[in-house]
Nanobody, 126 residues
Framework: QVQLIESGGGLVQAGGSLRLSCAAS????????MGWFRQAPGNEREFVAAISWHRGRTNYADVVQGRFTISRVNGDNGKGTAYLQMNSLKPEDTAVYYCAISYTATPSAYSLVDHWGQGTQVTVSS
């Protein structure tokens, strides 16, 4: 059974930092890319950051480039954990953040995602 367990969300003041975690297990294949999306009320889910399985290549949405850092740790038996370090947070970063898994490509678009996490709320106050 696929499990993506997210943690680390919360309330922070503008300019502050948070680190999100996503622990993956029970996946169909042992190699996969990981990423983060976010969705604010009334908006579509949008890409934030992603990291590939091979060589840990990363890519970011322009709006978070230089402020957010994605990383991952690959465990045994296909388990893996992705992290999203978010610095210099802004009120417009407020959203539910979703972990994403792709077996075929770096999950930089909604259509490339095979599995979603349940989401974790990030709220940035001004």
């Amino acid at each position: 059974q696929v499990q993506l367990i997210e943690s680390g969300g919360g309330l922070v003041q503008a300019g502050g930092s948070l680190r999100l975690s996503c622990a993956a297990s029970g996946l169909t294949f042992s190699t996969y890319s990981m990423g983060w999306f976010r969705q604010a009320p009334g908006n579509e889910r949008e890409f934030v950051a992603a990291i590939s399985w091979h060589r840990g290549r990363t890519n970011y949405a322009d709006v978070v480039q230089g402020r957010f850092t994605i990383s991952r740790v690959n465990g045994d038996n296909g388990k893996g954990t992705a992290y999203l370090q978010m610095n210099s947070l802004k009120p417009e970063d407020t959203a539910v953040y979703y972990c994403a898994i792709s077996y075929t490509a770096t999950p930089s678009a909604y259509s490339l995602v095979d599995h979603w996490g349940q989401g974790t709320q990030v709220t940035v106050s001004s």
